[in-house]
């Protein structure tokens, strides 16, 4: 079956160190998203790649960084510029050019220990 | 700027009743998507259902409609014969079709299912 897969589920950080949050999709979508969810606060873009080889920033890029090497991954590494990186991280693909809405993954749980 | 708002941070149903959630946005886009999701507590997000602001008609899937008010700028969502499984956050989004599209999203909605 298609879909998105996320890993870790959860994920410790120790203070001062770069962690990397893996995104994988087999659904051939060439748009790819990631999210940043804190509580009462909604979902916020932190990074978003339509084709390969070229992403742009979201709302709240500061901290974060991402590669697209490959049309299936969208790898987000949270680096320790990210001052406050305890969150609900959430990966989402979708169709280039079509609204058909997008396709997340089961999200990864940071905390920092 | 384009805004999605969710004036109900919670809800509540009974069993078996409908419960309309609301929503509202500003787009100065004359086309464009509305979008409901579904976070249940393994906080997968998955698409309830979609409108295309051309379409006059309200989309529908099974026990779930929306009711689009384009002049209003209202989208809300009505859940029917509401089931335990229903209860989650809920969230309406936005994205315009133009070149640089991005989903625009509300704070979201909690609704829980009473027995």
């Known amino acids: 079956d298609g879909g998105i897969t996320q890993s870790p589920k959860y994920l410790f950080r120790k203070e001062g160190q770069n962690v990397t949050l893996s995104c994988e999709q087999n659904?051939?979508?060439?748009?790819m998203y990631w999210y940043r969810q804190d509580p009462g606060q909604g979902l916020r873009l932190i990074y978003y790649?339509?084709?390969?080889?070229?992403?742009q920033k979201g709302d709240i890029a500061e901290g974060y960084s991402v590669s697209r090497e490959k049309k299936e991954s969208f790898p987000l590494t949270v680096t320790s510029a990210q001052k406050n990186p305890t969150a609900f991280y959430l990966c989402?693909?979708?169709?280039?050019?079509?609204?058909?809405?997008?396709?997340f993954g089961s999200g990864t749980r940071l905390t920092v220990v | 700027a384009q805004t999605v708002t969710q004036s109900q941070p919670e809800m509540s149903v009974q069993e078996a009743e409908t419960v309309t959630l609301s929503c509202t946005y500003d787009?100065?886009?004359?086309?464009?998507?509305l979008f409901w999701y579904k976070q249940p507590p393994s906080r997968q997000m998955i698409l309830v259902i979609r409108?295309?602001?051309?379409k006059q008609q309200n989309a529908t899937e099974n026990r779930f409609s929306v009711n689009f008010q384009k002049a209003a700028k209202s989208f809300s969502l009505k859940i029917s014969d509401s089931q335990l499984g229903d209860a989650a956050m809920y969230f309406c989004?936005?994205?315009?079709?133009?070149?640089?599209?991005?989903?625009?999203w509300g704070l979201g909605t909690s609704l829980a299912v009473n027995p």
């Open positions: 989402a693909s979708g169709i280039r050019g079509r609204n058909y809405g997008y396709t």
């Open positions: 409108q295309e602001a051309y």
């Open positions: 787009t100065s886009e004359s086309d464009y998507y």
């Open positions: 659904l051939n979508h060439d748009a």
């Open positions: 790649s339509q084709i390969v080889n070229d992403f």
């Open positions: 989004a936005l994205i315009n079709a133009g070149n640089n599209r991005k989903l625009i």
